[in-house]
């Protein structure tokens, strides 16, 4: 079989993935269906259900895609680092550029096939409900934010493995990152933002923001924001150039997250090992 297919194929049916997917899809079908229900109950226009979903998608499947990057890239690459089968790959004629390049594409191939499906479900099941679906572009935008959160932390992973011997230092490394990342972060940010009081909310918006360019847990957040004009689940509108959040920006960041970690991982590749 092909390399970067049996790759791909392994990144896929790790059930670590396949775990995670599910639970993730039927939590996230769970939130469509009671806000569904509750919008509808409303009289909620179909502008007011759009934004709904997009903004309950991209906290919920923005939240757990980073631990699908983490256990992707540790299927496909992280393990076999630390555990020293890459060195017998490496007898083949292959540079370890190439091997790691590869093993990479295959892991930003195998999210973006599980993210996909995940969100092609929650688009079906909300046409089903309402006869409605997502907007093509905040599809494609929510699609593209959580991407770049699986490469980010799958990159994260890929630099890790070459900075630790052991799979137990990695995965502790891995779980750290997200937590850091994901939860202890957004907290700090909140936290600094009432500290300093609220009497401008456009500045603690425009904070939060700016924190957050610096965080990939929480970029799918900034692209909803931004497609939606809105934060918090939707529940409050700002124009996003008050508050600094600009296309410019978000491209940038998205651009950096999906591949500094792993560049830093193909250095160490290869001036290191």
Request: charged share 10%.
């Amino acid at each position: 079989m092909n390399p970067f297919l049996f790759d791909l194929l392994r990144g896929l049916r790790a059930r670590g993935v396949l775990l995670l997917i599910g639970l993730t899809t039927g939590l996230a079908l769970t939130v469509l269906l009671l806000g569904l229900g509750a919008l509808s109950s409303s009289g909620a226009t179909s502008r007011n259900v759009s934004g709904f979903v997009v903004n309950a998608m991209g906290a919920i499947y923005g939240f757990f895609v980073p631990v699908l990057g983490i256990v992707a890239a540790y299927e496909t690459y992280g393990r076999d680092r630390v555990t020293g089968v890459l060195e017998s790959v490496l007898c083949r004629p292959v540079t370890r550029t190439e091997l790691i390049l590869s093993r990479f594409l295959a892991l930003v191939l195998a999210s973006a096939i599980a993210v996909l499906l995940a969100l092609g479900l929650v688009d079906l099941v909300l046409y089903v409900e309402t006869t409605d679906t997502i907007a093509a572009g905040a599809f494609v935008a929510l699609f593209a934010a959580l991407l770049v959160e699986a490469a980010a932390f799958g990159g994260l992973v890929f630099l890790f493995s070459h900075l630790f011997r052991s799979t137990g230092a990695l995965q502790g490394t891995a779980v750290i990152a997200f937590v850091v990342f994901s939860i202890i972060w957004y907290i700090l940010v909140i936290v600094t933002i009432l500290a300093t009081g609220l009497n401008n909310p456009y500045g603690a918006l425009s904070d939060m923001v700016l924190a957050d360019y610096f965080n990939p847990a929480q970029y799918a957040l900034l692209v909803t924001a931004y497609v939606e004009q809105s934060f918090f689940f939707g529940l409050v509108p700002v124009a996003s150039s008050k508050v600094g959040l600009t296309a410019g920006g978000i491209v940038v960041s998205g651009a950096l997250w999906s591949v500094l970690p792993f560049l830093g991982a193909a250095y160490l590749a290869r001036k290191r090992d």
